[in-house]
């Protein structure tokens, strides 16, 4: 009976999520709708490899990167918001983690500021002391990466650039390094 309750739950949730973030045919979503509840670090699995969706953004200093730059580095792409708690929360983390495997990972911030908040953006990495690129997010990114419904979601990527892993939520610094040990290990 409580599985039973928790699938209805899900699907019942998932319905008003889908409706909340679709134009009036039901067909895109919209723009900006984000939500920024934090999902305790609901893992998105998956067995194959699945090359991530190259895509070419603006850097917080003007520059133009592609995700394709970072070939043969593992590669953390965080979507984020200056204005999202949980996305805050979690920036300690990757300042860490991109201090410690700085030789062999690069995490990439996609920030999904709206054009109201954008402004906020560099000052925020300044006061978060941000060592690693921050680009400016589209809806084609979005797209791409499954029309993400949820901030903070990551991606974790391979020296191939293959998605290996992905979360929606909040992630813990040790399920990060547990994955980045894991796949130095089995390149090396």
């Known amino acids: ?26 067909a895109q979503p919209k723009e900006n709708s984000i939500i920024t509840e934090p999902v305790q670090g609901s893992e998105i699995t998956n067995d194959d490899e699945i090359p991530a969706p190259d895509f070419m953004l603006t850097s917080t200093d003007g520059k133009q990167i592609k995700l394709s730059d970072y070939k043969g580095k593992i590669v953390i792409l965080d979507f984020w918001a200056t204005w999202c708690a949980p996305c805050r929360k979690g920036i300690p983390d990757l300042v860490e983690i991109q201090k410690e495997y700085k030789d062999n990972v690069v995490i990439v911030g996609i920030s999904l500021d709206k054009q109201s908040t954008k402004n906020f953006v560099i000052p925020f990495m300044k006061e978060f002391g941000i060592n690693y690129p921050v680009v400016y997010g589209n809806g084609k990114v979005v797209a791409d990466y499954g029309y993400i419904q949820a901030i903070p979601t990551s991606f974790i990527i391979d020296r191939k650039g293959n998605i290996v892993d992905g979360f929606v939520g909040l992630v813990t610094k040790d399920a990060y390094t547990n994955r980045i040990i894991s796949l130095l290990e089995r390149e090396s």
């Open 1 to 26: 009976m409580k599985n039973v309750i928790i699938i209805f739950l899900s699907i019942f949730i998932g319905v008003i999520i889908y409706w909340q973030l679709t134009d009036a045919k039901g």
